[in-house]
């Protein structure tokens, strides 16, 4: 079975940092593009960050440029999320998916498969 593990979420206090991390099981994820995405409270799913297959680098969206890295670990099939200096506006489910085109995208739609979510709570 084809799945995506979410892990890293909990609480924490504004400024501060998590790590969240993606596991794929039953298949790699070399040849596909990751994204991270969120849903806050009473909001819709957004794209926070992606990565191409192949790509050593990714793309944030511009409310989490400078306080986001987006890495993937080919050894040990999983793909992670650094958010630093978070705010409350952070608090929501994250969510990874891969693109089986390879490319990745900000556009939910263009990805095949999605991890059940990870809570983050940003709060004092």
């Known amino acids: 079975q084809l799945q995506l593990v979410e892990s890293g979420g909990g609480l924490v206090q504004p400024g501060g940092s998590l790590r969240l991390s993606c596991a794929a099981s039953?298949?790699?994820?070399?040849?596909?593009?990751i994204g991270w995405f969120r849903q806050a409270p009473g909001m819709q799913r957004v794209g926070v960050s992606y990565?191409?297959?192949?790509?050593?680098?990714?793309t944030c969206a511009d409310s989490v440029k400078d306080r986001c890295t987006i890495s993937r670990d080919y050894a040990r099939n999983t793909a992670s999320l650094q958010m630093d200096s978070l705010k409350f506006e952070d608090t929501a489910v994250y969510y990874c998916a891969a693109d089986a085109s390879g490319w990745g995208t900000m556009r939910e739609s263009e990805y095949d498969l999605w991890g059940k979510g990870t809570q983050v709570t940003v709060s004092s």
């Open positions: 990565i191409s297959s192949g790509s050593g680098s990714g």
């Open positions: 039953g298949f790699r994820l070399d040849n596909y593009g």
